[in-house]
């Protein structure tokens, strides 16, 4: 116990990496630490560029026959809405922890692939950055975040604004398949002695299947995509529909992808629930075995259910079958996780911290986002709602009430351990229930605009219908929801500084993570630890809860033997002053670590480098050259392209031919 | 700490008090286009499903988050001593909360595949077939069991555009088309709505059974490019002889001159076999058919102002039977309000209002000096210079109660707007601007002297209403 007295303030995000700071020390980082703080600024950024989209929909909303934006404005504004919030807001968010948590979680010192995934954040940001920089032209997508084809055709969009679309979502593509390689890399191969895949914290369970869906969902709209960019660029006649095509090859092609990509954006936020539910409830998850069942069943059944966003194309009487029913299985899977929740705070001691709030807000509003989703996996009642408010109102359910409440409540959650203090708890409870309120003002009332017939994407709309009192309604959600917003932004900025010094452990959590100081330093664990069960750190701190819990498989309650002597060689144990006098006996190490460099303890660390940075570059620079191929430009194009090439190639070459450590 | 709970309770039950306060409002007037008239046999099975998936729906909300509510409230931290027990699990429990929610969907399921099959079947061969053709963003709508032959031995189709007349009690088989890109053709107090899909052939029927005479909305559900919110059509439901004096005068040739309502009164005697018990021989408001529309001011004939007028107070489905001499349309007077369009004008159009247009002028314009390019892309059946198939079928424009996709009323002011600058009123449209000195906002430049003159365009508008 007399370890974890006296928790090390460190000055956030200066001593934390190693002391350096500074542009360079972003610039060419490889910590997963500090990539994951830069894909958590870039995506809130871009959060809040999403929602100031949304702002603008819902004023031109707010009554009939507004003139805040003309019909082409619109549809920039809401194609651009939905693929920022998706690809450039919640993805990324998600990114953000994985890469924060995933290897404190399982006892790593950085992920297994640590050049590669700063040159997944940084093809993320410049993916961003060039799909954004269509509205300075003033040519943004304006095809729908699902870009059917033909509309999406060369015939019928002629301008630059599909151009970027298609090539802005390949550049993220490359950023997630790379991401999702190397997070599946870290958790099968750097996991900590002893903790096998059952002892993984439910957040890097749910992480693990979430990389799968990306692995598996891509590649499907990257060839989707591929087709399309052919046919605009090169002639190709893949969705040309006066050569004869079949525009349901681009439905089909798309959902595929899209609808796990519902899951890819849920299932982090799931996992972060899972992690604070049982922390403030001073109780384990409820059913760990089924929880990561569910994970993985809701991730396989996802992959059967694409149609269902398509019953209104005339699939037939056995294709709408097949596709309700399937949809309809995957609401039993998540049905036990909500009920799971529910059970890991029955019985327990629930504090209402802003981050619990914020679960229990998931558990309460994607059970709302759930029934209304079993009510349109019904055929033939989904052909009186789809491409209606009413999916509207269900699917910002379950990104907003599930996904976005899910992150804000990780952000509260793991806040302190990022910058070692604490976000103010009341600035937290006015952005909690100003989200709570403004988000159900906004949205529910979508469920009745759509059943009162209201289409969706429509720039306008007339007086007389039945629905400016729900558009009205929604307008003034969110503003509400704006408002909550500030006091977030606000309570994010003012704590870097002035928030309360969070120590370790400031929930009195159960997973690693909380072992070690806030914010980690540069090595994350001096020593690596050994595990025994689910809660290393309430094995430790309240033991006594614990005991009944057999430990290993081999009944020795508190020492995997096994486990440990395989693994001391590879975990480089390196002795440090004021050690716990029996660190075998709880199977955790918990060290001070107060300001040691990795250098210090001799712990091999990667090196920071910039090629990763300039190897993104390259690759932006060779996809943006096709956009000039539109511009009649070709030898531009063409010498845009090759440079690109030519510097993506130079630094992924002098990436390669440099050792990733110093050696030792 | 119950700060939580005060405010989630009542609102976990005034949601399903809300859901039940609007569903009874739905059926009113106040809400035209909900999705809960039982209108046809489509909307009354979909809005049984709907009522199981609500009842249960319900359910498993009540449930679900009371228990939740309760569950925060009874484990709240009451000391910070509190030392819970760790539960890892239970075995019973994690098996019944999979199994009843199985039950549950299961008890969805089986409507569900019912339903699907039952809506989905072939349509009975006697049904009514019309051909819904989708544009960017207008609907052409064609009957092909409604033909006429030209003198020259063409055959015309009955064809209409952004209006669709459907007789009460007679099953109505929609076969879906697009020429463009992908729409979806709606009619959310009918039934639900089917895509249409490029290269795709898809169907769509149902019978308006429970439905009187009366004016519904139609919309374009599938985002089809700029102007799709601006992608209506309008559906009347008339009596089946109104239904067919309406055909007969559909199939007229556009003989300059107009129709004689003496012909098509005749028919609809005739044909009146089906389903009108009540043939109510009232008079009723005796429908303006102007044999001689040579004559009259620009305003005389603006269907809107009358419409306008009439507003309010018009029973949505309860308007009486009534069959008309010489019936060629939906009478002006009787249109509900919903169906009668609101879209404001663009600011800065106008034009010379004390201009009289001649229709022999307008018609000679148009055909034998090609003015306005009107040939290029339009169709007047009975008109041999008019064949084109780009735009709406004109040949008994004055028919219609709207223009321009459902988003602008038929009259005057807005026919001869939409001549002069249509692509101010509706962004994105084909149409070109014509008007001379008239802003294109597609090519960023002033229409110069050539362009139509405002005499010009009210000599077209002439032509134009005289085409009943």
Known sequence: MATMAAPTALRPHTDAYGGESGIWAWLTTVDHKRIGTLYLFTSLFFFIVGGLEAGLIRLQLAGPNKHVLSAEAYNQMFTMHGTTMIFLAIMPLSAAFFNYLIPLQIGARDVAFPRLNAFSYWVYLFGAMFMNFSWFIGAAPNGGWFGYAPLTTMQFSPGLNIDFWVIGLQILGVSSLAAAFNFITTIVNMRAPGMNLMRMGMFTWNAFVVQFLLVLAFPVITIALVFLQFDRFFGTNFYTIAAGADPLLWQHLFWVFGHPEVYILILPAFGLVSEIIPAFSRKPIFGYPVMVYATMLIAFLGFGVWAHHMFAVGMGPIGDTVFGVTTLLIAIPTGVKIFNWIFTMWGGSIRFTTAMKFAVGLVGLFTIGGISGVMHASPPADLQQTDTYFIVAHFHYVLFGGSMMGIFGGIYFYYPKMTGRLLSEKLGNWHFWLTFIGMNVTFFPMHFSGLLGMPRRIYTYEAGQGWETFNKLSTYGTGVLIIGTLFFVYNFFRSFSNGAIAGNDPWGGGTLEWSIPSPPPEFNFARIPRITSRYPMWDMKTPALTAEVPHTANGDKRLDIDVAGKHTAEGHPVPIGNEPKQPAESGMHVEHATGESAKDLGIPMPNPTIKPLICAAGLITMFSGLLFIHEDKLPLALTIMMGGALIMVVSLYGWLLTPLEDAH | ?468
Request: net charge positive; hydrophobic share 40%.
């Open chain 2, 1 to 468: 700490m119950p700060v939580p709970t005060r405010l989630r309770r009542p609102l976990a039950a005034a949601l399903p008090a809300l859901i039940a306060v609007a569903l009874t409002a739905c059926n009113n007037a106040q809400y035209p286009n909900s999705v809960f008239h039982d209108h046809t046999e489509f909307n009354r099975q979909v809005g049984h499903l709907f009522d199981i998936l609500l009842w249960l729906g319900g359910f498993v909300f009540i449930f679900v988050e009371t228990l939740l509510l309760y569950t925060i409230w009874k484990y709240r931290r009451k000391s910070e001593n509190d030392r819970p027990k760790h539960v890892h699990g239970n075995t019973t429990l994690e098996i019944l909360w999979t199994a009843i929610p199985a039950v549950i969907l299961a008890i969805i399921a089986v409507p569900t595949v019912q339903t699907i099959f039952k809506t989905q079947a072939v349509a009975s061969a006697d049904a009514l077939q019309v051909e819904v053709w989708g544009h960017q963003w207008w609907w052409e709508f064609r009957y092909p069991q409604y033909t006429t032959t030209e003198a020259s031995g063409k055959i015309d189709t009955l064809t209409t555009a952004n209006e669709l007349y459907l007789p009460v009690g007679r099953k109505v088989n929609f076969k879906l088309q697009t020429i463009d890109v992908l729409h979806s053709f709606w009619i959310p107090q009918m039934g639900g709505k089917r895509d249409l899909i490029t290269n795709h052939v898809n169907y769509l029927w149902f019978t308006p059974d429970s439905v009187g005479e009366g004016a519904w909305n139609g919309f374009c559900a599938e985002f089809c490019g700029t102007s799709h919110a601006n992608m209506h059509f309008k559906v009347f439901t008339v009596t089946p002889p109104n239904f067919d004096a309406w055909t007969k005068h559909q199939l007229t040739m556009a003989a300059f001159g107009a129709v004689a309502p003496a012909v098509a009164a005749a028919s609809a005697v005739d044909t009146s076999k089906r389903g009108a018990q009540t043939p109510q021989s009232q008079p009723g408001p005796s429908q303006v058919v102007q044999t001689t529309p040579t004559t009259g001011s620009p305003n005389a004939a603006a269907p809107g102002t009358v419409a306008a007028a009439s507003i309010g107070g018009q029973p949505m489905s309860a308007t009486p039977v009534v069959q008309q001499a010489g019936y060629v349309a939906f009478p002006h007077d009787k249109l509900p309000r919903h169906v009668i369009p609101q879209t404001p004008l663009p600011a800065g159009l106008a034009y010379n209002e004390s201009l009289k247009g001649d229709p022999q002028r307008g018609l000679d314009f148009m055909t034998k000096q090609m003015g306005g390019g009107c040939i290029g892309c339009h169709a007047i059946a009975g008109n041999p210079m008019m064949k084109a198939l780009v735009g709406p079928n004109l040949t008994h424009v004055a028919s219609r109660t709207t223009i321009a996709g459902g988003i602008y009323p038929n009259d005057t002011k807005h026919l001869t707007l939409w001549i002069k600058n249509a692509r101010r009123m509706k962004p994105g449209v084909i149409m070109p601007t014509l008007g001379a000195g008239e802003y294109d906002p597609v090519t960023k430049t002033n229409i110069p002297k050539t362009g139509l003159n405002d005499q010009q365009i009210a000599d077209i508008v002439a032509y134009l209403q005289a085409l009943k």
